[in-house]
Structures are given as C-alpha cells and as structure tokens.
C-alpha cells in the first residue's frame, strides 16, 4: 500500500536469528531475537523489499542480539545502514539501559564514516521539546517533556553526530508516537 523499501519492526518475540521471504507480499524479513531457553521478550527485525536483496544491494542481516540489528544497502551512490532497535523501558535495570546505549555506540562507531545512518526503532523515550539546548539535533517540533532515556538518546545522538529526524518535520502530535502513557 506505501511501497516501503525499508522496515523495521519491534518487539517481535522471535528466537535466534533468521529470514523469511514473504513471496506474495514482496517482502524478506530478517530478524534478531533471544538466544534458544531465554525468555522471549524483546526481538527486532528488518523488513526490506525482495527486490533489494534481488540485486545484490542488501547485506546479510548483522544480528547483535534481541534488541539491535542492523542491514546495509549497497548501490552505486552510497551505501547505507539501517540499525533497528527496541530501547529498555525505565523500569529496567540501570545496567540494562547502559549496557544497550553502549551496545549501540558501538554499532555506529563500527560503521565507516563515509557510510550514512539510518536508526530506526522503540527507544521507549521522551526527549522532549527543549531543541534550543540540542541544537542540530533536536528539531522544534519535539514533545512532551524528557524522561532520563530521551536524555540517554540525546546524548548518544550528540556523541555520534546524529540528528533525530522526525522532530525537525512538522506533523499532529498523535503522529509523533506510537504509544503514550496515559499521564
């Protein structure tokens, strides 16, 4: 219906890592989830046109663990990476959340600078609407006020130079999340 390319999807509760082609739909979805016994909470994956990977343009999925992954698209312009990822909500362990940041630093520090980034995912975050204070990183059309992972968030998109797009683009609020605690 809005012939996507690229999507990413969370909390799909799948065990180890795989693809799958959807021939009728069009679609290859690739997934990271828990290791086999563990509990099944999380799970991330990568949907991608089967064309895509048809040419030759789509790398093999690199599955990090249950919460990130990530897929590169190679073509003669540029080469880009698709991270997606499902953040540790507030009531997880400190270690948890820090260990997941770290986890994803690590992925965008081992991609080529050259190499543009594309992170999509549940960052289970509110970063707020104070873009005066995250200049070129935050955008005027934030919202709500920030909770410590959207602090978390924006101190990683600093750190790594990244801007997080979707509050630079003006749209109704109810666009702007997929969920709100009812507060």
Not at 91 to 102: K, L
Request: glycine share 8%.
């Amino acid at each position: 219906r809005y012939n996507v390319d690229v999507a990413a999807l969370q909390e799909t509760h799948l065990r180890d890592s795989g693809q799958l082609q959807e021939k009728e739909a069009g679609y290859t979805f690739m997934w990271s989830g828990c290791d086999e016994g563990e509990t099944n909470y999380y799970g991330v994956a990568i949907c991608v046109k089967t064309g895509l990977i048809q040419k030759g343009i789509v790398s093999e999925p690199n599955c990090i663990n249950d919460r990130i992954m990530s897929v590169t698209i190679k073509d003669h312009h540029s080469d880009i990476t698709f991270i997606n990822c499902y953040a540790p909500t507030l009531n997880d362990d400190v270690h948890v959340i820090e260990s997941f940041y770290e986890t994803l630093k690590q992925v965008i520090e081992n991609i080529p600078r050259k190499q543009d980034i594309i992170i999509a995912g549940d960052f289970n975050a509110r970063v707020g609407k104070n873009y005066s204070e995250w200049k070129g990183i935050l955008g005027p059309h934030g919202l709500g006020a920030r909770n410590a992972n959207g602090l978390r968030l924006l101190q990683l998109c600093s750190q790594q130079k990244l801007c997080i797009k979707n509050s630079f683009f003006q749209q109704k609020d109810k666009y702007k999340t997929t969920w709100q605690h009812p507060r």
